[in-house]
């Protein structure tokens, strides 16, 4: 009987390390040569157990092991990176899955009572066309087809050319939606990607959902004057409003609970130091787990931002750049993460997700869902600096095995 041998994963994820990544990090970006190595790889490693292997439409790799009901647990991961990315992002998800898938394989004699899947998601992080969850997001239905369909790389090979190279047919990639015909329950394990758990000194957390997103551009219109010669209170300072608004979003956050804002950006015209600001165009990020407190958020920086050019005597002119809404996932799956995580190192801390993940994509479809987060040192990613301990990255196969488990059970 084969059982869960946490350090064989980490001993893998080394191996997948020295054949796919270089000085600068790992290099599996999503269709290119390396990646198609890595697959060989991943593939040969599951080829080891009786698991049924197959691409679906979108070019995501499934491994399937049959058991006495047809009814499916999901564990999902993607093997492919940024171009010098880190060594952990996406693969530990996978390769945590095929440890567990071991474990079930011997510990049930190949016949598991529900049937468990193995999903390596194909371009996980958009790298080359810009795109993320393009997998997941054909899976589930959400990918926007004709966005996609014009999607250039910088050497400006199109999305669909790119993947009839490897065998897909853009137009059918949303025929994978077929897979997900009798999944029951989806599980991913991740790196935190930020500092929560280590500030918290916690190995791992439960996920509770991805933030949904409002993205704004707000642009404040004045008038530009010299700067030497019009006096302070006979201007229309474009800049004003929005120097307002770095220091209200702050306020607005810390009302929301959790909540995050940022203003990544900030562009003056003219732009030249002998004159008052005439235009200032800021962008304005802001996440939420809970779609009402989300809205509030919004409404409360509208507010602020024409009570300030009203203040100061300027125009406000709001532009929505992007938006997508929170995915919380299940609360069962949530509660069993949970006891998972406390059954393995004692404490657990619940927390959302900033960035989104392939999960995300599954949640929508209608897959009660949840992931486990082990911490990151550093708080960074995508980055050949990423790192996580050891003796973390063993906690969590063990954990995620449990919650595994459980599943399983939860399922039944
Ligand atoms: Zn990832």
Redesign the pocket.
């Known amino acids: 009987m084969s059982v869960l041998n946490p350090k064989r994963t980490i001993a893998e994820l080394k191996e997948l390390r020295q054949l796919t990544g270089d000085a600068n990090g790992a290099q599996r970006v999503a269709f290119t040569p390396t990646w198609v190595k890595t697959r060989a790889w991943l593939t040969q490693k599951l080829s080891e157990l009786p698991v049924e292997i197959h691409t679906d439409a979108a070019g995501n790799l499934w491994a399937t092991l049959r058991g006495e009901s047809e009814k499916s647990l999901l564990i999902g991961g993607?093997m492919d990176s940024v171009p010098n990315g880190g060594w952990l992002?996406?693969c530990l998800n996978v390769l945590a899955g095929l440890e567990i898938l071991r474990r079930i394989n011997g510990q049930y004699h190949g016949q598991p009572p529900v049937t468990i899947r193995l999903v390596d998601w194909a371009d996980?992080?958009g790298a080359r066309f810009g795109k993320s969850l393009f997998g997941s997001s054909a899976c589930s239905g959400n990918l926007d087809m004709a966005e996609a369909r014009g999607l250039k790389d910088k050497n400006g090979v199109t999305l669909p050319a790119a993947l009839r190279e490897i065998g897909i047919d853009f137009e059918r990639v949303k025929d994978s939606g077929a897979e997900l015909k009798n999944a029951a329950a989806y599980l991913e394990l991740?790196i935190e990607q930020g500092p929560v758990l280590l500030d918290l000194n916690l190995p791992l957390g439960a996920v509770l959902g991805t933030f949904g997103v409002e993205r704004h551009a707000i642009t404040f219109h004045g008038q530009a004057a010299h700067s030497g010669s019009t006096p302070m209170n006979r201007r229309k300072d474009a800049f004003l409003p929005a120097a307002k608004m770095s220091e209200e979003i702050y306020k607005i956050a810390a009302r929301s609970g959790n909540g995050v804002c940022t203003i990544g950006s900030c562009t003056t015209k003219p732009g030249i130091v002998t004159s008052v600001v005439e235009e200032c165009r800021i962008t304005l990020d802001q996440r939420h787990l809970d779609s009402v407190a989300l809205a509030t958020m919004l409404g409360e920086a509208k507010t602020a931002s024409e009570q300030f050019a009203r203040e100061g005597n300027v125009n406000v002119a709001w532009e929505r750049l992007w938006q997508i809404a929170p995915r919380p996932f299940n609360d069962q799956l949530i509660a069993l993460c949970d006891e998972a995580i406390r059954e393995t190192c004692g404490q657990v801390h619940r927390l959302p997700s900033g960035p989104l993940?392939d999960a995300a994509e599954v949640a929508a479809a209608g897959i009660p869902t949840v992931m486990m987060f082990v911490q990151s040192l550093h708080g960074i990613s995508h980055n050949k600096i990423e790192d996580t301990k050891e003796a973390h990255l063993e906690l969590c196969v063990t954990a995620f095995d449990k919650l595994a488990e459980k599943a399983m059970k939860w399922i039944e």
């Open positions: 993607h992002d996406g996980e992080e991740h993940h």
